[in-house]
């Protein structure tokens, strides 16, 4: 009986017209994270955004300027920290000034 309704032409009809939207909204409901990367990818096509790269950048450059100012720095307990509250400090400022250029 089931092979039957397979092979109606309505059956066949239906199944083409629904699965895209079948397939969008299984795709929706495994992709709630419209954060992350491989979304961000898929939508845009571009594989990193800007401000990610920049940040990134930003923390390389910290994390090379305590290097060079304090030697085996890195192996300390509290780098991670100090890196974080160089990156927050920076950007804070930055927010800062930018707050002042528009009033």
Do not use: C
Not at 4 to 33: C, E, H, Y
Request: proline share 3%.
């Amino acid at each position: 009986m089931l092979n039957r309704l397979k092979n109606l032409k309505v059956v066949k009809t239906l199944g083409r017209q629904i699965s895209p939207k079948l397939r969008w909204l299984n795709f929706m409901k495994r992709n709630a994270d419209k954060t992350s990367p491989d979304y961000i990818r898929m939508i845009s096509g571009v594989d990193e955004l800007k401000s990610s790269s920049d940040e990134r950048k930003l923390e390389a450059m910290v994390r090379e300027q305590l290097k060079e100012e304090f030697p085996n720095i890195e192996n300390m307990k509290s780098y991670e920290l100090l890196v974080d509250a160089v990156i927050h400090n920076y950007k804070k400022k930055q927010l800062q000034a930018m707050d002042e250029i528009e009033k």
